[in-house]
């Protein structure tokens, strides 16, 4: 009811007790604009949990709010209890509900300046390469590859770039995900080995790109491995959302190839716990670690790249006057999680692998970075050892293929071994197992809820570290 949905006069003057809390950015390293979207978000969030306690009808004069054992009858009392007593989930909602908020003012803003764009057509045709010697099938069958890669480089109309990489991802039936911004590109395609051959080439003959062959990380795959080609212009090409033009490409650490960066490693395992002095870091989010890593690494209990720049915040002590051999999956996430660090000023020394794991896996299939490699695509993981450091999450057996988790709207990931699966253990949690046979009863045509279990209420935004 309306009454609800805004929160009394008392409570614009409170302030939520948010002392034990470290999972949100503060509000003033918000722009302006953000800082207006994020109270817009927090009224709201606030709004939504009163009016999950209420009970009675308010149209029978008889509306009562009842939390934590406790019957309230005045919207001052619940307001206030709410505001005092569970500041932490009303942090929770409102960095969802802001986080769903940019997204969706990102996707309507890269809508209308399509828009505003497809008013006036730009002829790319020569950036398209001609296929006229290829067939079809060449392009639709046969052996396929993945490709990952990414490049920073001035781009003074992104959208142009995203007209083209549509039309030439289209022409070469390639699926996948594309990200182009004024500070780069960044993607990951899938097709035929023919396909990508050509893409590839596309590329590197770019006048704005020019990239080089080995810029370009390659593994066995194809289409089927993306359910659809998304191409869009946003502000990052990797979302850590710091704004490039705050914390640029330009302040990365030191590149290190593989054989260099293996050299480190192997000294810095070598000196075990008497190597104080230095940090291996992995930059990418915990179940990426989980199954796969560089032994004695710091792996930071992160849920997205964008929570990256608040662990650094909160960890600056950590870092402080080491030495920080840095790694993610293909190099592009170091390069802003980097600059993010170097901008601190408290390191002795960021260095970061080139090229990233994939690099590395390709010269050391056998090295110091053991289990699988997680990859966003359908097929989750890739593998160059026969290492698993994980476990099932139910039995405790080693296994580490994940599967989503089976309760309708959950986006989590969950290692549950066949047997486990056979019994019925499908789902991230139990409170996501119980919410699933909960469904199962529910009509399929019921309105659906937040991703909410013991997953995500269980992993603070900025956790403790864990080595």
């Known amino acids: 009811m309306a009454s609800d949905e805004t929160p009394c006069s008392e409570f614009m003057d409170w302030e939520l007790d948010c002392s034990s809390s470290n999972g949100l950015k503060q509000e003033k390293q918000l722009s302006a604009s953000q800082r207006k979207y994020y109270s817009f978000c927090r009224r709201k969030s606030f709004a939504a949990f009163v009016a999950s306690k209420r009970e009675g009808s308010q149209e029978e004069g008889r509306t009562s709010w009842c939390c934590c054992v406790q019957t309230f009858k005045e919207h001052s009392a619940i307001h206030k209890h709410v505001a005092k007593t569970h500041a932490a989930e009303i942090q929770q909602l409102t960095q969802s509900t802001y986080e769903d908020l940019l997204s969706k003012l990102e996707e309507e803003t890269e809508s209308q300046q399509q828009k505003e764009h497809g008013s006036d057509p730009v002829d790319f045709s020569a950036w398209i390469p001609d296929t006229s010697n290829i067939s079809e099938e060449q392009l639709k069958k046969g052996p396929g590859k993945v490709l990952l890669y990414y490049h920073y480089c001035q781009v003074d109309d992104p959208h142009i770039i995203c007209a083209w990489q549509k039309a030439l991802c289209e022409r070469l039936h390639l699926t996948g995900k594309v990200r182009v911004a ?24 770019h006048p704005v790109f020019k990239m080089d062959k080995e810029g370009f990380k390659t593994s066995d795959g194809g289409a089927e491995c993306f359910t659809e080609l998304r191409v869009g212009v946003y502000k990052e090409i990797v979302p850590m959302g710091v704004d490039p033009d705050v914390i640029s490409y330009q302040l990365a650490g030191i590149h290190l190839e ?28 915990f179940y990426e670690s989980k199954i796969g890593r560089f032994n004695q690494c710091l792996a930071p209990n992160i849920r997205k790249f964008s929570y990256f720049p608040d662990y650094v915040d909160q960890n600056l002590e950590l870092f402080r006057d080491k030495k920080v051999l840095m790694y993610c999956t293909g190099g592009i996430r170091c390069e802003r999680g980097s600059a993010y660090l170097r901008s601190k000023d408290v390191c002795k020394e960021v260095y970061q692998l080139k090229g990233g794991i994939h690099k590395y896996l390709e010269h050391f299939p056998e090295g110091f970075y053991r289990g699988k490699l997680f990859v966003f695509d359908e097929r989750y993981t890739i593998s160059s050892n026969s290492d698993i450091i994980s476990d099932c999450r139910y039995c405790g057996c080693s296994w580490d293929q994940y599967e989503l988790c089976s309760t309708q709207f959950c986006c989590q990931l969950v290692l549950s071994c066949r047997s486990c699966r056979q019994d019925g253990h499908t789902a991230c949690c139990p409170t996501c197992q119980t919410k699933g046979q909960t469904q199962e009863k529910a009509s399929s045509v019921a309105p659906r809820h937040k991703e909410e279990c013991e997953c995500t209420d269980g992993r603070p935004r900025i956790p403790q570290d864990v080595q």
């Open 258 to 285: 593989p054989e260099e960066f293996h050299k480190e490693v192997e000294a810095f395992m070598a000196k075990g716990d008497l190597c104080s002095d230095t940090i291996l870091l992995d930059c990418r989010n």
């Open 182 to 205: 004024t500070e780069g590109i960044n993607g990951t395609v899938g097709g035929t080995k023919v396909a990508t051959e050509v893409y590839i080439d596309a590329m590197c003959s």
